[in-house]
């Protein structure tokens, strides 16, 4: 299999624009709650809660935020048959999540794995009372599990063999979600 070039679904504009949409979404659907308990899984969805924490805060400063960072690696259904072994990172949840409202954040929802992976890893800090996902961008078709976005950045509709990757300006120079096509032709 071969990668193709990525194509830009998503400008460093209109990322802006969609950051600020979730951010208000959740402020809006928690604006008679004195806290907001967020938790982003390791990597890219620690990567996302923080932005989005930063434009809650500074829209309502005085709202607390707890947030804690996932790890699922070990929690994973394919860990054991994977040909690389994965890194694991660290999982910091320093709140309890007993009885509460959790907010999980990832940034791609595809087959829905992950999820039930972090929804696994989360039940071993205790038994929440309500779990709302958010993604930046779901994929929609080719889900493996019943798993819903309760906010979504961007829906994408594309082939199984299509890759997202949603891309940060601190790591990538640009915000922006880009699609990569694969071509399965035999390497000659």
Do not use: C
Not at 1 to 13: A, D, T
Not at 58 to 87: H, V, W
Not at 125 to 130: D, H, K, L, S, T
Request: hydrophobic share 40%.
């Amino acid at each position: 299999m071969v990668m193709q070039r990525g194509r830009q679904i998503l400008s460093p504009e209109r990322f802006k624009i969609t950051l600020l949409r979730l951010a208000h979404q959740i402020i809006e659907n928690y604006s008679h709650e004195d806290t907001i308990n967020i938790v982003g899984i390791q990597e890219k969805g620690v990567i996302l809660g923080n932005r989005l924490i930063d434009i809650i805060s500074a829209k309502r400063p005085k709202i607390k935020i707890n947030f804690g960072k996932l790890d699922i690696t070990f929690y994973r259904d394919d860990f054991r048959l994977r040909s690389t072994p994965l890194t694991a990172n660290a999982t910091q949840i320093d709140f309890p999540i007993e009885s509460k409202k959790i907010i999980l954040i990832d940034d791609v929802l595809y087959t829905g794995r992950t999820i039930h992976a972090a929804i696994s890893a989360l039940q071993d800090f205790g038994r929440v009372e309500q779990i709302e996902l958010l993604t930046m961008v779901d994929r929609r078709f080719n889900r493996h599990l019943p798993i819903k976005s309760d906010y979504t950045g961007l829906q994408v509709d594309s082939l199984d063999e299509a890759y997202v990757n949603v891309q940060w300006e601190h790591i990538d120079g640009q915000d922006k979600i880009l699609i990569y096509s694969v071509n399965k032709t035999a390497d000659k």
